[in-house]
């Protein structure tokens, strides 16, 4: 599987803005997806994640009720819809997936990845 995040942008505090992953390969609605990111010395932080079917989705304590993951199957592609954006949230999102990830927070358990979207939300 092949993963290609776009979406990013600059955009104002409380503004919103929807990255995509778009992915490759016929297998991408049997595996479990998210969205990691990294800003500038800071450590790769869980953002979001969703299972297979999108039945179960799962966020991290700073993004939560202000993201929403979600993804189109039929379409090979996951989302993330990000409203009330922060300046905190300021980073480079990578969408990642895996067919069994041990843990759903674990960057290290998903085999996936793509390139990055720069996120920039200016206060």
């Known amino acids: 599987v092949q993963l290609q995040a776009s979406g990013g942008g600059l955009v104002q505090a409380g503004g919103s803005l929807r990255l995509s992953c778009a992915a490759s390969?016929?297998?991408?609605?049997?595996?479990?997806a998210g969205w990691f990111r990294q800003a500038p010395g800071k450590e790769r932080e869980f953002v979001a994640g969703?299972?297979?079917?999108?039945?179960?989705?799962y966020y991290g304590d700073s993004v939560k009720g202000r993201f929403t993951i979600s993804r189109d199957n039929a379409k090979n592609t996951m989302y993330l819809q990000m409203n009330s954006l922060k300046p905190v949230d300021t980073a480079v999102y990578y969408c990642?997936?895996?067919?069994?990830?041990?843990?759903?927070?674990?960057?290290?358990?998903?085999?996936?990845w793509g390139q990055g979207t720069q996120v920039t939300v200016s206060s």
């Open positions: 990642i997936a895996d067919p069994n990830p041990r843990t759903v927070v674990g960057f290290h358990d998903y085999n996936y």
């Open positions: 969703i299972t297979w079917s999108g039945a179960n989705t």
């Open positions: 390969g016929r297998t991408f609605s049997s595996y479990a």
